[in-house]
T-cell receptor
Framework: SQKIEQNSEALNIQEGKTATLTCNYT??????LQWYRQDPGRGPVFLLL?????KEKRKERLKVTFDTTLKQSLFHITASQPADSATYLC???????????FGKGTRLSVIA | EPEVTQTPSHQVTQMGQEVILRCVPI?????FYWYRQILGQKVEFLVSFYNNEISEKSEIFDDQFSVERPDGSNFTLKIRSTKLEDSAMYFC?????????????FGDGTRLSIL
């Protein structure tokens, strides 16, 4: 069955450092992969999308990589800030409007 | 920026009662979804809706559940004869029709508490 694993349930880092979150998937051949942020009591918010033919995508302090051989995506937040504290969810997808299947997420805490 | 709105933000209902959760998707979006998140667990897909019919549903979405788009703006999830295990956050989401690689836009959810 399809499985999505995100590296750890919780990740604590010091403000200013780079946070690296991992998403591994099995039994998928995704055309692309999306990352979302979820704050407590709120709905997920779309952050970035990376396609299978893209190795890397950047948006401001965010960077996502996608390795279809390793079946893995890495999500980096550089110069992290306490406001980056949230749960980050990955969702590999096979086509445009199929339902999202999320991993459990990684809860990031950036400590000042 | 346009957003998905959900009402109510919190619904408390007695077990066995029916409940209707309401959503107003973004106005030019044509794909609609319901997801749920039990406390401390992951966000799970329930159902997708396009062109006035269900396009896909998960095994969670059994006969107890139904969805409707009663007019041009609302999208509702009805749960008949609620059970304790239906207690969860329910999220509505929508996405545009055209083009691949469309992100889904989520509302802030309805917290459903079954007593």
């Amino acid at each position: 069955s399809q499985k999505i694993e995100q590296n750890s349930e919780a990740l604590n880092i010091q403000e200013g450092k780079t946070a690296t979150l991992t998403c591994n998937y099995t039994n998928y051949s995704p055309a692309y992969l999306q990352w979302y942020r979820q704050d407590p009591g709120r709905g997920p918010v779309f952050l970035l999308l990376i396609r299978e033919n893209e190795k890397e995508k950047r948006k401001e302090r965010l960077k996502v990589t996608f390795d279809t051989t390793l079946k893995q995506s890495l999500f980096h937040i550089t110069a992290s800030q306490p406001a980056d504290s949230a749960t980050y969810l990955c969702a590999p997808r096979n086509s445009g409007n199929t339902p999202l299947v999320f991993g459990k997420g990684t809860r990031l805490s950036v400590i000042a | 920026e346009p957003e998905v709105t959900q009402t109510p933000s919190h619904q408390v209902t007695q077990m066995g009662q029916e409940v209707i959760l309401r959503c107003v998707p973004i106005s030019n979006h044509l794909y609609f979804y319901w997801y749920r998140q039990i406390l401390g667990q992951k966000v799970e897909f329930l159902v997708s809706f396009y062109n006035n019919e269900i396009s896909e549903k998960s095994e969670i979405f059994d006969d107890q559940f139904s969805v409707e788009r009663p007019d041009g703006s609302n999208f509702t999830l009805k749960i008949r004869s609620t059970k304790l295990e239906d207690s969860a956050m329910y999220f509505c989401a929508s996405s545009e029709h055209t083009g691949e690689y469309q992100p889904q836009h989520f509302g802030d959810g309805t917290r459903l508490s079954i007593l």
